[in-house]
């Protein structure tokens, strides 16, 4: 698995962690046909490394309900 940032493509080394973070429950919306206005996370905690060999921690971001399936960079550490 890879993923950009900076215009740069980082190759996932190793997954540090893995959760889920639950949207806020207590807030759906009113309307049954639309989706909560905060849903459910999974994330990954990575090490990647890019071409010029530097490596760094992230966390990327998978929105399951999503139509797309769409993948976001969440966190990045020093």
Same mark, same amino acid.
């Given at each position: 698995?890879?993923?950009?940032? $900076? !215009? #740069? $493509?980082?190759?996932?080394? *190793?997954?540090?962690?893995?959760?889920?973070?639950? !949207? &806020?429950?207590?807030?759906?919306?009113?309307? @049954?046909? #639309? @989706?909560?206005?905060? @849903? +459910? #996370?999974?994330?990954? #905690?990575?090490?990647?490394?890019?071409?010029?060999?530097?490596? !760094?921690?992230? =966390?990327?971001?998978? +929105? @399951?309900? *999503?139509?797309?399936?769409?993948?976001?960079?969440? &966190?990045?550490? =020093?």
């Amino acid at each position: 698995m890879a993923f950009r940032w $900076r !215009g #740069r $493509r980082y190759v996932v080394d *190793s997954v540090l962690a893995h959760w889920v973070e639950t !949207g &806020a429950w207590w807030r759906h919306s009113e309307r @049954p046909d #639309r @989706p909560p206005a905060d @849903p +459910e #996370r999974w994330l990954w #905690r990575v090490e990647a490394v890019n071409k010029t060999s530097q490596t !760094g921690i992230f =966390d990327l971001c998978l +929105e @399951p309900d *999503s139509s797309t399936g769409r993948w976001s960079l969440h &966190a990045i550490y =020093d």
